[in-house]
Structure formats: C-alpha cells, structure tokens
C-alpha cells in the first residue's frame, strides 16, 4: 500500500470531499486523524474506514483557532500529510462593488488562515523529521463574475503554498495543490435539485473531456500527491480540471 505507516490529519473530514479523501488515505495504508467542528458527522466517517478495516481517530478541532489548531497537532504527534479542506460559507451573485466588505472578507479570511493555522502546525513537526507533504485543495482558475471572496481566497491561498514550498523544500517537505474545476458530487444536501442539475452540466460543458472529475478522482490524486510516486514535486498544483484549466 501507497501510505502505509503514515499520519494524516484531515480537516474538514465530514465534508463530501474530506471523507473522500480520508477514505483514500486509510484503504492506503494510513492512520487517518479526522478533524473538524462535529464530532457526531466525524465519527460517522471514522466509522466507514473502520468497517472497511482502517485506522481512524476523531478530534474536535476549529481550524479558524490557533490553541485548537496546535494542541491537536501536539496530540496527533508525529505528522506525514495534512490536507486542509475546511469549507467557508460562499456569498455569490453579487458583483463585487455592491458586495458588504464583511461578506468579500469572509471566505478570503477563512481560506487563508486556516491553512496557514494548519500547515504551520504541521511543519512544525515534519521539519525535525525530514519529510511531510502539506495539500490545499481548491487553486486558481480563470477569472468569473459574481463570486465575491471566493476566487480572491483561492489566489491568496496559492500565493502562500508557494512560499511555503519555497521555505520548507529544504527540509523534505513538500507542499501541493489540488486543482479543481469543481466537483457536482459534493454539492450539499438539501440543494435544490434543479440548481445542482445546472451545476454539473455547466461543469462539465467547461471541460476538455465534458465530464467532471468524482470525488473518486479526487481522492486517488490526493493518495498520489502524498506517496512516495510524487516525492520530486512541490510548489505546484495537480490539475484536476478534466480540461478545464489549461497549464
């Protein structure tokens, strides 16, 4: 297996996207540190990979908090991978000069300190072991209309991987993105249906191969980016777009 003997924190574990992931790790040899807000909805999570003969723990964690943030990280001990996938409440359809600078600031401010929070704790303890791998997920696409802070945040978020790829290279770690185009599966419950209908068919009309990546896509890349088969990349980011996204 890919990721035997590792420690991997996942924040945001009970979201669509964290607990794909999360499960990916686990099938792949991991010990999967699930973090989040809701114990209850991580520990259904938790439960998942251990049925399926994984190894996961649960933490109530606010990545937004720094004491919350650094405590588990002292709890967890030693960390392999950390891979932020927090979600932010989102403030779209309005063009950004009739947007309350509270609703522009809000996911900008999330996005950033939430995975400065949680790489940073990570770091912290990778340095002295020569090795670890950081994972944001989300990058920077071509610019739309109407999204407020959201897209800012993203740019914001790249321009810190890669000065954390930048200082921490030289000490083994490496620090990747996972791109996407958007993922219709992780559409929240409860979302009306006709909407997320639009979602994914204006998703996958925006790719190169006119489908959208599955949040099993997501989670092989995240096992790929954090193996030993990608220990010669950091700094940039896996393109997940099915197209959408030319580099």
Do not use: C, W
């Not at 770091?123 to 944001?136: C, D, F, K, N, Y």
């Not at 209309?145 to 930048?166: D, H, I, K, S, T």
């Amino acid at each position: 297996m890919m990721l035997t003997d590792k420690h991997a924190i996942v924040y945001g574990a009970a979201g669509p996207i964290g607990s794909a992931v999360a499960k990916a790790f686990a099938a792949e040899g991991a010990t999967v540190h699930l973090a989040g807000r809701t114990a209850e909805s991580l520990e259904r999570v938790a439960d998942e990979i251990r049925s399926a003969g994984g190894t996961a723990d649960v933490a109530v964690v606010d990545a937004l908090d720094e004491k919350s943030v650094d405590e588990h990280a002292e709890a967890v001990g030693r960390i392999d991978i950390s891979f932020n996938l927090i979600g932010h409440q989102q403030f779209f359809g309005t063009p950004l000069v009739d947007m309350p600078l509270a609703d522009f600031e809000q996911p900008v401010t999330t996005m950033v300190r939430t995975f400065y929070l949680t790489s940073r704790a990570a770091a912290r303890r990778m340095i002295p072991q020569g090795s670890g791998v950081i994972l944001t997920f989300g990058g920077y696409g071509e610019p739309a209309a109407n999204l407020g802070g959201f897209q800012v945040g993203f740019g914001a978020v790249e321009a810190l991987r890669r000065g954390l790829a930048l200082e921490l290279g030289q000490h083994g770690i490496r620090v990747l993105t996972l791109q996407t185009n958007g993922i219709p599966e992780a559409v929240p419950a409860g979302f009306p249906e006709k909407a997320a209908q639009a979602i994914a068919k204006h998703t996958a009309d925006s790719t190169m191969l006119k489908r959208a990546a599955t949040l099993s896509d997501v989670g092989a890349l995240a096992v790929f980016a954090a193996s030993d088969l990608a220990r010669s990349m950091t700094g940039t980011a896996l393109n997940l777009t099915a197209g959408a996204v030319v580099n």
